[in-house]
């Protein structure tokens, strides 16, 4: 087992994770930054990064070669029972509206891959270890122990530790709730949840600038979607709240709106060819009651 200190530990190398490990080395920090994953690594999304998080990205020195190969996106298509809405640019309504987004659809892949790059760039280290615990403050800093790559024990101490491990993270269960609440109680005050599935596809014949969504009656109280990539892809899925056997209602779910033909995405995916098997991923849609700061330690993103 070996130890080191450092000024700031990251545990979570996704895009808050790696916000945060930027952040810190460009104000001087001595920063490790720890994911159990290799990086790319793909991560079941919809892939839209959204105009606020582009110039994020960009302030935060991500590579404009990440950027390029995916075009902006100029607008979006809305599905419905009740009729079809194109939000263009050539529309008062998008002109008013996307005139100055950047919104893109880039691959997690891709888009996270580029966040850690800009990291170890401002000067944060990236290692590979699957963290398994933080230790309670102890005055003058925390320590976090894990398995390295090489599946070898290590323990690493700083005077903090950011958290930014994602959906289901617990490496700090002493913040769960507000302050004096229960574990217990503060997952029941939790706000709603969903579920979602996508899959990517080529050959697909959906517009190539717009995102499409799709809120037929079949699919509510969730969405459809089906996102452009370059190449005549798509990233297509479909989203529906937690419910009593809701793993099994989505992939049904799923299924039909790549595959059925009175599919509000039927005309788009016809002659398309699905790549790999589909993923599903857990909701959080809304922030959880629980406290995101204490001594020595920071939650960030969604853990």
């Known amino acids: 087992?070996?130890?080191?200190?450092?000024?700031?530990?990251?545990?979570?190398?996704?895009?808050?994770?790696?916000?945060?490990?930027?952040?810190?080395?460009?104000?001087?920090?001595?920063?490790?930054?720890?994911?159990?994953?290799?990086?790319?690594?793909?991560?079941?999304?919809?892939?839209?990064?959204?105009?606020?998080?582009?110039?994020?990205?960009?302030?935060?020195?991500?590579?404009?070669?990440?950027?390029?190969?995916?075009?902006?996106?100029?607008?979006?298509?809305?599905?419905?029972?009740?009729?079809?809405?194109?939000?263009?640019?050539?529309?008062?309504?998008?002109?008013?509206?996307?005139?100055?987004?950047?919104?893109?659809?880039?691959?997690?892949?891709?888009?996270?891959?580029?966040?850690?790059?800009?990291?170890?760039?401002?000067?944060?280290?990236?290692?590979?270890?699957?963290?398994?615990?933080?230790?309670p403050w102890d005055g003058s800093g925390r320590s976090v122990t894990g398995k390295a790559a090489g599946e070898d024990a290590v323990t690493l101490s700083a005077a903090a530790v950011v958290i930014a491990g994602g959906y289901g993270c617990r490496l700090a269960p002493e913040l769960d709730g507000p302050a004096g609440a229960s574990n217990e109680t503060a997952r029941s005050a939790g706000p709603p949840r969903g579920i979602a599935m996508r899959g990517y596809f080529t050959g697909v014949s959906a517009p190539t600038d717009r995102i499409a969504f799709c809120l037929n009656e079949w699919v509510l109280?969730?969405?459809?979607?089906?996102?452009?990539?370059?190449?005549?892809?798509?990233?297509?899925?479909?989203?529906?709240?937690?419910?009593?056997?809701?793993?099994?209602?989505?992939?049904?779910?799923?299924?039909?709106?790549v595959g059925d033909p009175a599919s509000p995405a039927a005309a788009w995916l016809g002659g398309a060819t699905p790549e790999g098997s589909p993923r599903t991923w857990p909701l959080d849609l809304g922030p959880r009651p629980r406290r995101l700061i204490g001594d020595g330690l920071l939650l960030a993103g969604e853990s």
């Not at 979607?225 to 892809?233: A, I, K, M, R």
């Not at 899925?237 to 049904?252: I, Y």
Request: glycine letters at 12%; proline letters at 5%; a positive charge.
């Open 221 to 257: 109280p969730g969405y459809g979607w089906v996102f452009p990539l370059p190449g005549g892809g798509a990233n297509v899925g479909v989203g529906t709240l937690t419910e009593g056997g809701a793993d099994e209602h989505l992939h049904a779910l799923y299924e039909r709106f």
């Open 1 to 135: 087992m070996t130890a080191e200190r450092w000024d700031v530990i990251v545990v979570g190398a996704g895009p808050a994770g790696s916000a945060a490990a930027t952040t810190l080395a460009r104000a001087g920090r001595r920063v490790l930054l720890l994911d159990r994953a290799a990086f790319p690594r793909d991560k079941p999304c919809g892939d839209l990064i959204g105009a606020r998080a582009m110039t994020a990205a960009r302030r935060l020195g991500i590579a404009e070669d990440d950027l390029t190969p995916y075009d902006r996106l100029r607008g979006a298509v809305v599905v419905a029972d009740g009729g079809d809405v194109d939000l263009a640019p050539r529309s008062a309504l998008g002109r008013g509206v996307l005139s100055r987004s950047d919104a893109r659809v880039i691959p997690r892949t891709v888009f996270d891959a580029a966040m850690v790059r800009a990291a170890t760039r401002a000067g944060a280290e990236l290692r590979r270890v699957n963290v398994r615990a933080v230790s």
